[in-house]
Each structure stands twice: as C-alpha cells, then as structure tokens.
Nanobody, 117 residues
C-alpha cells in the first residue's frame, strides 16, 4: 500500500505564495506518476500538475507560469510551489500517485487552500 500525506495549505491573500508538500510512504517506487489535483464543491477533481517517471511535467493551463511541480531525489516527497495565487485557485488540493502498470491510484487526504481577494 501507498500512503500520502499533504501539508502546507492555508489562507492567503491574492498574489501571495504557498508551497504544498506530499509525503509518500509504503510501497511506492520512482516509476509512479506523481501529481497534484484540486477540487471545489460541486465540481470534479481536476489536474493541476503531474510528472511522469522521467522529466516531463504537465500543468493545467490555468496554472502555467505560476505553479511549479518538484520532488526530492528519492521521489518520496513532492511539492507544488504556488505563486501569484488567485481567488479562483481556492480548492482542496490532493496529491496523487498512480501506477499505470497495475492501475493503482492513490490519494492523500487533501489540504485546503483559500485565496482571498
């Protein structure tokens, strides 16, 4: 099993920054696709950013140039640096680890990010 724990959410003003962290434990390997998603009430969870086992990064258009995905060398902790936050970034943010070869999809418990104007 894989366990994911997010941290770093909070309340900020528009234009400010936050960094989210996701700490993974259990049977996770560096081959997992690692990412961040977010969800607002009444809406589906949407991709924010993700990284494959290689160096490829995919970002939602709405966050390109403002958010940056990174991870540590062991690939057991990954981050989402969020700059120039906007009120529309307000959501619960979830970290995700996905193993396509066994179709294992793992989620953290979520962390709230609230951006005030």
């Amino acid at each position: 099993q894989v366990q994911l724990v997010e941290s770093g959410g909070g309340n900020v003003q528009a234009g400010e920054s936050l960094r989210l962290s996701c700490a993974a434990s259990g049977s996770i390997s560096s081959s997992y696709v690692m990412g961040w998603y977010r969800q607002t009430p009444g809406n589906q969870r949407e991709l924010v950013a993700k990284a494959s086992a290689g160096s490829d990064r995919i970002y939602a258009d709405s966050v390109k140039g403002r958010f940056t995905f990174s991870r540590d060398k062991l690939r057991r902790t990954w981050y989402l640096q969020m700059n120039s936050l906007r009120p529309e970034d307000t959501a619960v943010y979830y970290c995700n680890a996905y193993a396509p070869w066994i179709e294992r999809n793992c989620w953290g418990q979520g962390t709230q990010v609230t951006v005030s104007s």
